[in-house]
């Protein structure tokens, strides 16, 4: 059975940092390209990055220069480096492959950027 377990949302004032991970489980991690998504409320969930099983990486517009992804594949881990948040990236961040598979969504991990 697939797992994917994200964790380190939170809190945080514009301008701060969090970084978020994501175990896997289940899934030879190594083989994935592994990417991270979130959904706003009330909005549909979108990619934010992605890291390929060699660690080459892609980010969205709005994210590039601040947030960086990789992972550890020894640890079948994902991270997420997120530095001069801003209130716009308010939202529930999940972990999957790309392209995603439905039935490997986890519960996510809130982060919250406010003042």
């Known amino acids: 059975q697939v797992q994917l377990v994200e964790s380190g949302g939170g809190l945080v004032q514009p301008g701060g940092s969090l970084r978020l991970s994501c175990v896997a489980s289940?899934?030879?991690?190594?083989?994935?390209?592994m990417s991270w998504y979130r959904q706003a409320a009330g909005k549909q969930r979108d990619l934010v990055a992605t890291v390929s099983s060699g660690g080459g990486t892609y980010y969205v517009d709005s994210v590039k220069g601040r947030f960086t992804i990789s992972r550890d594949n020894a640890k079948n881990t994902v991270y997420l480096q997120m530095d001069s948040l801003k209130p716009e990236d308010t939202a529930v961040y999940y972990c999957?492959?790309?392209?995603?598979?439905?039935?490997?969504w986890g519960q996510g991990t809130q982060v919250t950027v406010s003042s």
């Open positions: 999957n492959t790309r392209p995603n598979r439905p039935g490997y």
């Open positions: 289940g899934i030879m991690f190594s083989r994935y390209v």
